[in-house]
């Protein structure tokens, strides 16, 4: 078995159904350019992951753009928005020293990070 092959992106139903309106409202699945309806269709996607607490990072993002089509350039770009704008909407809390990426965290490495914060507010 292959170590270097990458795992297929899952998405539960009710993102696979918010990510598909955003290929939907975009040509990105036949090769088209990137325009207005891209990015008003983008932002839609981008709350409704934040609102939902979805997990889905950049690279998972652009794998996704990738299997429907879109243009490498395109998917990249895209995928960096869409990460920018998630840790923008992530509300910074004191416990979290690393704001990047802190809402890929998991429950427990969430409660982890309180706990230490805890532990050193106590010393």
């Known amino acids: 078995m292959n170590n270097n092959v990458s795992r297929k992106v899952r998405l539960s139903p009710g993102v696979s159904k918010a990510f598909y309106e955003f290929i939907l409202y975009t ?4 090769h088209g350019p990137v325009n207005n309806n891209t990015w008003e269709a983008l932002y839609e996607f981008i709350k409704y992951t934040h609102a939902h607490n ?4 950049e690279d998972q993002l652009k ?10 350039q395109d998917a990249n770009k895209i995928a960096q928005v869409y990460f920018h704008c ?4 992530y ?4 416990w979290d020293t690393r704001r ?3 809402w890929l965290r998991t429950k427990k490495e969430k409660e982890d ?3 230490s914060f805890r532990e050193k507010l106590l010393k």
């Open 63 to 72: 794998e996704l753009l990738l299997e429907e089509g879109a243009r490498p």
């Open 86 to 89: 998630r840790n923008l909407l």
């Open 54 to 57: 979805v997990r889905l990072d």
């Open 91 to 94: 509300k910074k809390r004191p």
């Open 27 to 30: 040509n990105l699945s036949h």
């Open 100 to 102: 990047m990426h802190s």
């Open 113 to 115: 990070a309180k706990q």
